[in-house]
């Protein structure tokens, strides 16, 4: 997650996704959110190497989420009642989810044992919407 100009975006790879759009999109048409398993999100953002002492050093893999302006002390301050967003993307005709906000409460969630947050999930053509590149 990066900010710019106070604009609030999420790269995922070559991926960048303006969650300010999203943000907007789930005010539009409110919806009710569901509980999202934190381990899961751990394990597949690989949340768990991130260290107490990270330094905010670069880690962008060439296909996951962008690490490189992860900020732990911000990450300990964010409210895990605040929902995260998780986006719908089609691969091979099948759904794939994918959090686009809310990395920063997903490692909180892990440093203090939530087994669950509250999630907005966006659809498709959502996801498609809020998608830059």
């Known amino acids: 997650m990066t900010a710019t100009n106070e604009r609030q975006t999420f790269r995922y790879g070559a991926w960048v996704f303006d969650i ?3 943000w907007d999109i789930i005010e ?3 919806r009710g959110f569901k509980l999202t398993s934190v381990a899961d ?6 949340l768990d190497l991130l260290r107490p002492d990270h330094d ?11 690490q490189s302006h992860f ?4 990450a300990m301050q964010t409210d895990l009642g605040t ?9 091979d ?3 794939a989810q994918l959090l686009i906000d809310g990395t920063h409460r997903m490692y909180r969630a892990m440093m203090t044992g939530a087994d669950t947050l509250p999630a907005y999930f966006l659809t498709v053509a959502e996801t498609a919407q809020i998608r830059e590149r």
Do not use: R, T
């Not at 900020?71 to 911000?74: A, I, K, S, T």
């Open 83 to 91: 929902p995260v967003i998780i986006g719908l993307m089609e691969f």
């Open 93 to 95: 005709g099948k759904p």
């Open 71 to 74: 900020n732990v002390d911000h």
């Open 41 to 46: 999100w751990v394990s597949a953002y690989h």
């Open 56 to 66: 905010g050093q670069p880690w962008c893999p060439i296909f996951g989420p962008d």
């Open 28 to 30: 539009a048409a409110p």
């Open 20 to 22: 300010d759009k999203a």
